[in-house]
């Protein structure tokens, strides 16, 4: 049974960092393409932060370019998205999804696997 399960989720002012965790099992993790996506009520869930199988290749929404960086960790099946510079717009529940692809994807109908959530607020 696969299961993610994200964490590191909170409440931060505006400016401020938070880093996510998402531990997986019961999924070949190191031979997985991971993802971040966030969603807000009334909203559609979209792509934030893409990794490749081995993490040589990454792929950010422009919203969080230049802010926002994922890693991974296969040695302990986990991926990681560290989050500075938060704004309010920021503000969303955040979703750790496994695809059985190598490569890095961006849409969410790529990925087969998905968490729970964990709800980041920025407050202005």
Do not use: H
């Amino acid at each position: 049974q696969v299961q993610l399960v994200e964490s590191g989720g909170g409440l931060v002012q505006a400016g401020g960092s938070l880093r996510l965790s998402c531990a997986a099992s019961g999924v070949s993790f190191s031979r997985s393409a991971m993802g971040w996506f966030r969603q807000t009520p009334g909203k559609e869930r979209e792509f934030v932060a893409a990794i490749s199988w081995r993490g040589d290749t990454t792929v950010y929404a422009d919203s969080v370019k230049g802010r926002f960086t994922i890693s991974r960790d296969n040695a302990k099946n986990t991926v990681y998205l560290q989050m500075n510079s938060l704004r309010p717009e920021d503000t969303a529940v955040y979703y750790c999804a496994a695809r059985g692809g190598l490569r890095a994807a961006v849409t969410l109908g790529e990925y087969d696997y998905w968490g729970r959530g964990t709800q980041v607020t920025a407050s202005s």
